[in-house]
């Protein structure tokens, strides 16, 4: 039967392997140049001074990345929409399953040996892939600085991902018996259930640490740091609360209100008061500087003084900003824990598919 | 002798849909049964719960005594050529051979080979560019190297023209009368039933209707030909099947033990095609007669 399924599968095998070889040979000639533009231009400049140009220059200076990305994100569905969904369904359509459930051999073996050969290839297809794209972002990685921000696309978590798609997709297929509604049935569960599981799991697998400060106005200049974020950008945001002096949550993502907001709004002639949007009006005078033309608030760019009188502003309330988050030290622990859900997932929908061909 | 095929009160609903109702059947070994029937009367219903790719919703079906599919020895004893034939359009004949192979402990080898030679297949052929025909054969051949004791074919000639189809159930017998082996074959032509079976299953109405080896069938059913409104009634071994009218005759087909002796009727041998019509016939309209004109 392992030949059978290999048999099958050796033409989307051989398409595997083209995009490997294909992606090899793309991180193979740009890799060296990443390289020695990292070495040549990032690296000395830690010892001139300020890095922020050239840093940025070097994580845009590559298209091809931002298509690794996409590629990287969309290998597992389409994994399991190509070579998961019509492993069964497409016997059921051809009608090449009464053939082949009607030899000698146990129709449960069959299923065992078309998930062996066609899941062990999904495995390794991403493995290596994400193996490659791994290595070829590492400088890039350094100079982002932000591992959680490509925790999805790096390491080991990409092959947890392919193996439930492909489970998915055949589990879908053995359901739905027909190839095409099977595949875009794949996509979309595939994508829900990776979004479910990014948005409501994954910041949850552990406890998360919090850190307690005093909320800063989120801009640069004036009094206070430049950014009212977490204390560690490599840090997984689970949560970023505002709370008034009585502890009450007024504010979601660092800001003022659920979508954390920052606005102050203007009094209109001078002498009048600014409110601090979603908070309070502002016991002291606002300089007649700050005074925009009339109806307008202020965004960004304000003057010294008045960043001044939003802070005096600000402090009058004694708001405080709660960051709970995972820590950088975490990230293998997460890797692994996101790599295991994903593995059970796949396991427990190739129980199913294996118990609905029994039953049949 | 055992039964091949032995079912009970044997249904299968799809849904709301009743394709085969309370059917119990007893087929003994050593036959080459054909299973006719009007479309959708029920036949690849039954074949199909008899090679278990399907399983009863209620009643029972036993082939060689066990539940279809219950084991690699019982999907080993039956062979099975589906309707339409599927076979991997991708693989090429010798890939189907391999397959078979692979997948049959029993597999002969050597028959599937000189088979293939007689029919002129080539081997590296794709099965998806073979002509229908080749197709039915190449899936016959799968089906016969297995080896099995039983052989169940739904349709197998019904895509097939008239030479091909020929050709394939002249090497269906050849093959039954090398290796002894049973077969049951659906169709819903009786000309080809009357070429090669010696025992026959009648479905109509997703009931069987009739079954019996075609020897006795022949010899128990009659035709008679008489004035219309006979004045004797037929004795009550005699039943009657169906009965056609015109203004001033009847035929009837009538199953009767002993021979029919009644000056008002000539009695004629039925033929395996009136038999067949006749009791498809009943399925659809029970007690009433048709009147033709």
């Known amino acids: ?360 | 002798m055992s039964a091949v095929i032995k079912t009970e009160g044997l249904t299968k609903r799809y849904h709301r849909n009743v394709a085969l109702s309370d059917c119990t059947l007893e087929i003994p070994e050593g036959h080459v049964v054909g299973l006719v029937g009007p479309n959708g009367s029920g036949k690849s219903t039954l074949l199909n719960l008899a090679v278990g790719l399907l399983r009863p919703s209620e009643g029972s079906i036993e082939v060689f005594g066990e539940r279809p599919a219950a084991g690699p020895d019982q999907l080993r004893r039956v062979g099975f050529v589906a309707q339409d034939t599927p076979t991997y359009s991708g693989l090429s004949v010798h890939d189907h051979l391999r397959f078979g192979e692979h997948t049959n402990p029993r597999w002969d080898a050597s028959l599937a080979q000189r088979r293939v030679e007689q029919l002129g297949l080539d081997l590296r052929r794709r099965a998806g560019r073979l002509s229908g025909g080749q197709r039915a054969q190449l899936a016959l051949t799968v089906a016969i190297a297995k080896r099995p004791d039983l052989l169940v074919l739904d349709e197998p000639v019904a895509s097939l023209d008239p030479l091909a189809r020929r050709e394939f159930l002249q090497i269906l017998m050849e093959t039954v009368a090398e290796h002894s082996v049973s077969v049951i074959l659906s169709s819903h032509l009786v000309a080809d039933v009357e070429r090669v079976c010696d025992y026959l299953v009648i479905l109509a109405s997703s009931k069987v209707q009739l079954s019996g080896e075609v020897e006795d069938l022949l010899s128990t059913h009659h035709r008679l030909i008489g004035p219309r409104d006979p004045v004797s009634d037929l004795s009550n071994t005699q039943v009657v099947i169906e009965s056609r009218h015109t203004d001033r005759q009847s035929t009837l087909l009538v199953r009767s033990d002993g021979p029919i002796v009644d000056p008002q009727w000539i009695v004629e041998a039925a033929t395996l095609e009136d038999i067949v019509l006749a009791y498809m016939g009943q399925g659809k309209r029970s007690p009433l007669d048709s009147d033709v004109a």
């Open chain 1, 1 to 360: 039967m392992i030949w059978l399924a290999w048999r099958q599968f050796r033409v989307q095998a051989a398409v595997g392997l083209f995009v490997l070889i294909v992606f090899a040979a793309l991180f193979g000639v740009t890799h060296s140049h990443v390289l020695h533009l990292y070495n040549t231009a990032v690296k000395p400049c830690g010892k001139v001074g300020d890095c922020h140009s050239v840093t940025n220059a070097f994580l845009n200076h590559y298209d091809f990345y931002e298509h690794l990305v996409q590629f990287s994100i969309a290998a597992p569905a389409l994994i399991g929409a190509f070579w998961g969904a019509p492993l069964v369904a497409r016997e059921f359509e051809s009608g090449t399953i009464r053939l082949t459930w009607t030899q000698s051999e146990m129709r449960v073996k069959w299923l065992a040996a078309k998930l062996a050969v066609a899941g062990a290839a999904s495995a390794i297809f991403v493995g290596l892939f994400s193996l490659m794209a791994t290595w070829w972002s590492s400088s890039w990685d350094q100079v982002n600085g932000d591992p959680y921000s490509t925790f999805d696309v790096r390491n080991i978590v990409p092959v947890g991902y392919a193996l439930f798609a492909f489970a998915l997709g055949v589990a879908l297929g053995v359901l739905i018996k027909r190839t095409l509604p099977a595949m875009a049935a794949t996509f979309v569960t595939y994508g829900v259930v990776r979004v479910f599981y990014n948005l409501h799991i994954r910041p949850h697998l552990m406890s998360p640490l919090t850190s307690t400060t005093k909320f800063y106005a989120p801009f640069a200049g004036g009094a206070g740091p430049a950014f009212n974020g977490p204390p560690l950008r490599e840090a997984l945001i689970v949560s970023n609360t505002t709370l008034n002096k009585a502890g009450k949550v007024i504010g979601q993502n660092g800001g003022i209100g659920a979508n954390g907001e920052f606005n102050f709004s203007l009094p209109n002639k001078v002498g009048g008061h600014a409110y601090f949007d979603g908070v309070g009006r502002c016991p002291n005078a606002f300089p007649a500087t700050a005074r925009p033309p009339v109806g307008t608030e202020i965004h960004s760019g304000p003057g010294p003084a008045t960043v001044k009188a939003m802070n005096t502003c600000i402090n009058s309330f004694h708001l405080t900003s709660v960051l709970k988050y995972q820590p950088l030290d975490r990230y293998w622990t997460f890797q692994w824990y996101e790599l295991g859900s994903y593995l059970i997932l796949a396991a427990l929908l190739s129980v199913f598919s294996f118990w609905w061909v029994r039953r049949r």
